[in-house]
């Protein structure tokens, strides 16, 4: 089944279709109007202005400079006003409303707990306080959530991050990443912080060829351990085309990941915002989605790119002529890659997402769409 042509209608139908995302920064998404309250209630002065669309849009600019260094200085402005329970909550809380709003029906989100202690908060009153937020919007809003806590590839102090979220396994922690500058900070710097987590059987995705070549992804994969890989964009190179631009052959690693079923990320906004990719027409998301790699599509940092995840496939959609059956496939796919168990997967996959997307054909079908 084709998606009609008509942007408004392509873009309600994605809309209303049930999505998951597995790659979202909650310091990356915060609501322009949120960010205004809370740097007024702490009297943080070096916001541009108090207009919710003019801060989006200097938040965007600030982003969208084509390298990951650039792309990341805005998060200065959006951690700094998250330094209180209070105001993690209320991050934490509206990022599951935004994501109802969305059509999201499960999210795995991330964030560092290291930027959020500049007011004295220990890591554990962070945690429990994004968790807090979590769970009433999971309860008001119905959306599932699971959450992956960040150590910064700068730093040294990911084996305590590594820690704690073992330590939060059972009470909504699902996973642990690690996020940062990637050119100068290769992952296997972190060993440690990988091996505990690889002994606790718990779950790992590293942010990896994004501003970095394939050997990133392949350290992640088999040094580090990864289970999942963020973005994987420039995996590319690890794949021969002819001159015509039709793939002729898979590297080693490239295979390895495609006969592994090791799940990728992708962010095609993102990826245009730190220049991981030249334009958009040019992510090779689409060659990996035909040569069936385990790939979906997520945000990465709404706020910075000025997206959403139904944008992000909406998009997908107009550039490379995905049908309502490759949404879903994709959708699924991000399914059978999230960290919670197999079972629960498995419910979302059969309850919620084929159900949701045959309502929608059926829909589709009565209007002659
Ligand atoms: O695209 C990204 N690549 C690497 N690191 C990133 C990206 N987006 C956000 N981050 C960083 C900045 C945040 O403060 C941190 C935790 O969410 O993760
Ligand atoms: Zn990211």
Redesign the pocket.
């Known amino acids: 089944m084709k998606l009609k042509e008509d942007k408004m209608k392509t873009e309600e139908i994605i809309r209303n279709v049930p999505k998951v995302m597995l790659h979202d ?4 998404g915060l609501r322009p109007q949120t960010i205004i309250d809370l740097a007024k209630e702490i009297g943080y002065k070096k916001l541009p202005t108090t207009d919710p669309s003019e801060l989006a849009e200097w938040f965007h600019r600030g982003a969208n400079k084509g390298n ?1 260094v650039e ?2 200085q805005g ?1 200065e402005h ?2 700094t006003v998250m330094q209180t329970k209070e105001a993690l909550k209320r991050v934490a809380y509206e990022m599951l409303e935004d994501m109802k709003k969305d059509g999201v029906c499960y999210v795995e989100t ?3 707990p290291v ?1 959020h202690t500049q007011k004295g908060l220990y890591y554990e009153d962070v945690i429990d306080a994004v968790l807090e937020g979590l769970e009433e919007g999971k309860r008001d809003f119905g959306v599932g959530y699971g959450l992956i806590l ?1 150590g ?1 590839r700068n730093m040294k102090n990911t084996l305590e991050i590594a820690e704690l979220a073992v330590n939060y396994r059972n009470q909504g922690v699902v996973g642990f990443d690690l ?4 050119g100068g900070y290769p992952p296997k710097k972190h060993l440690d912080a990988f091996q505990y987590i690889k002994q606790k059987n718990f779950n790992i995705t590293i ?1 990896a060829g ?2 970095f070549g394939k050997e990133s992804i392949w350290q992640a994969i088999q040094i580090c351990g990864a289970h999942r890989i ?2 994987a964009t420039r995996l590319v190179e690890d794949i021969v085309f002819d001159k015509d631009g039709n793939v002729v052959r898979l590297g080693e690693l490239a295979q390895y990941i495609l006969d592994t079923r090791l799940p990728l990320e992708i ?1 095609l906004l ?1 990826n245009v915002h ?1 220049g991981a990719v030249d334009k958009l027409e040019n992510h090779p998301f689409i060659i990996l989605f035909r040569e069936k790699f385990r790939v979906f599509l997520n945000t ?2 709404r706020l ?1 790119s000025d997206t959403t995840l139904t944008k992000e496939y909406t998009i997908a959609s107009e550039l490379f002529g995905l049908n309502l059956d490759d949404i879903e496939k994709l959708n699924i796919n991000a399914m059978k890659s999230s960290f919670i168990p197999y079972k629960e997967r498995l419910y979302y996959i059969y309850n919620v997402i084929k159900p949701g997307f045959q309502k929608m054909r059926e829909k589709l079908l009565s209007l002659k769409v």
């Open positions: 920064h909650l310091d990356g990951l792309y990341l998060f959006t951690c991330r964030f560092a930027f960040c910064m996020a940062g500058e990637e942010h994004e501003a963020g973005h962010c993102s730190t990465d940092d910075m």
